[in-house]
């Protein structure tokens, strides 16, 4: 492989790993990055995921701040995470690739829905719960249930393809979450780094022949930086601010993914 695609996978690696910190989307870029070079779409998806868990190490441990405080909700949420990954990487390596990107576009569509309207959609839960005399902070037992719930569908969509799983993961606990967007956005990273390390043991063990290791150490070199800086520069973003990126690359994403 000439030493200009070598530069050009690693600096996608980069920007990958700078953009899942910061709204989880990365795949956007690596992947589109692999199949235009030449790899199979199977082999890209696979490669790809295997590379972007070292990102997601960086970005998460970057936002360890944010963390403190949520493990009591975390602890439910991860084995969603957890289960929903191991049904993906099945789905992955069992159904035509055809058949879940239909999906793709509408999930996308419903997760940008999400967070432009979570803002007020938590205003309204907060006016009830002060009506009810119930803490803002109080998450009830209904949807706890309904967040885990969406926890372990996003997980078995970032195990079958793990683009955008970020925002999805923003929108569902954006409805459903007392958070800021930076607490929010920290467990984001965590729960995508839970499914992509699920997602990348399973295809290690399973379709070790299908792994381009060039590819994913370059993307994980990459993406290692990457996260570290997206994480930097997105703890100084105010949530207005962080809410528009979100929807900005996820109008980017769904306009690639139609495009194909």
């Avoid at 975390?74 to 969603?80: A, F, N, S, T, V």
């Avoid at 683009?163 to 800021?180: C, K, R, T, Y």
Wanted: glycine share 12%.
């Amino acid at each position: 492989m000439p030493i200009s695609q070598l530069l050009l996978i690693m600096l996608a690696g980069v920007g990958a790993g700078a953009i899942n910190s910061l709204v989880g989307s990365g795949t956007l870029i690596t992947f589109p990055t692999l199949v235009t070079l030449g790899f199979p779409p199977l082999t890209a998806t696979i490669s790809n995921s295997i590379g972007l868990v070292a990102g997601g190490v960086s970005g998460t441990w970057a936002y360890r701040r944010e963390l403190r405080g949520q493990w009591r909700r975390l602890r439910w949420q991860i084995p969603g995470s957890l289960l929903g990954a191991v049904c993906g990487a099945y789905l992955l390596l069992h159904l035509p690739e055809k058949v879940f990107n239909r999906v793709v576009p509408v999930l996308l569509v419903l997760a940008l829905v999400l967070v432009v309207a979570g803002p007020r959609i938590q205003a309204l839960a907060q006016r009830r719960a002060e009506a009810a005399g119930r803490s803002v902070d109080h998450l009830s037992r209904r949807r706890l249930v309904a967040l885990v719930a969406g926890t372990f569908a996003v997980g078995v969509y970032g195990g079958y393809f793990a683009a955008a799983q970020g925002i999805l993961l923003i929108g569902v606990m954006g409805v459903l979450l007392p958070e800021s967007m930076q607490r929010m956005n920290a467990a984001k990273n965590l729960l995508a780094l839970v499914v992509n390390v699920v997602a990348a043991l399973a295809y290690t063990l399973v379709a070790f022949d299908r792994i381009s290791w060039v590819a994913a150490g370059l993307i994980a070199a990459g993406s290692l930086v990457g996260g570290f800086l997206g994480a930097h520069y997105g703890r100084r973003l105010s949530p207005t601010a962080l809410r528009i990126v979100i929807v900005v690359v996820g109008l980017i994403g769904l306009y690639r993914l139609m495009a194909e």
